[in-house]
């Protein structure tokens, strides 16, 4: 099992990215597949949400309308589109795996090594 993300790096605030996670070793159907992130002296936070109104406990309120995750099947790939970004989304982001009905982070048994995401005003 490997996840690799990228498309981290630095932006101002109010702009995007689009960060990338490609799985290798399983299929990304048969699991739960999210998005955390974890900034410095903060406890990890799922950022994982599907739509607009996502209120799944992997999708925290402070993203919720601004980040989207999307799955390629076909490319066995994960995608977190994020926008509108604010100074307070500054963290290291994660792509993880999980068995289905996992939620907190704890239940994730697979991460990635992380992307740096760094918003400045």
């Known amino acids: 099992v490997q996840l690799v993300e990228s498309g981290g790096g630095s932006v101002q605030a109010g702009g995007s990215l689009r960060l990338s996670c490609a799985a290798s070793?399983?299929?990304?159907?048969?699991?739960?597949m999210a998005w955390f992130r974890q900034a410095p002296g903060k406890e990890r936070e799922g950022v994982s949400c599907?739509?607009?109104?996502?209120?799944?406990?992997y999708c925290a309120r402070s993203v919720r309308g601004r980040f989207i995750t999307s799955l390629d099947s076909a490319k066995n790939m994960v995608y977190l589109q994020m926008d509108r970004l604010q100074p307070a989304d500054t963290a290291v982001y994660f792509c993880?795996?999980?068995?289905?009905?996992?939620?907190?982070?704890?239940?994730?048994?697979?991460w990635g090594q992380g992307t740096q995401v760094t918003v400045s005003l």
């Open positions: 993880v795996r999980g068995q289905p009905g996992a939620a907190e982070a704890s239940e994730f048994e697979y």
């Open positions: 070793g399983f299929s990304i159907d048969h699991y739960v």
């Open positions: 599907m739509n607009t109104y996502d209120d799944a406990p």
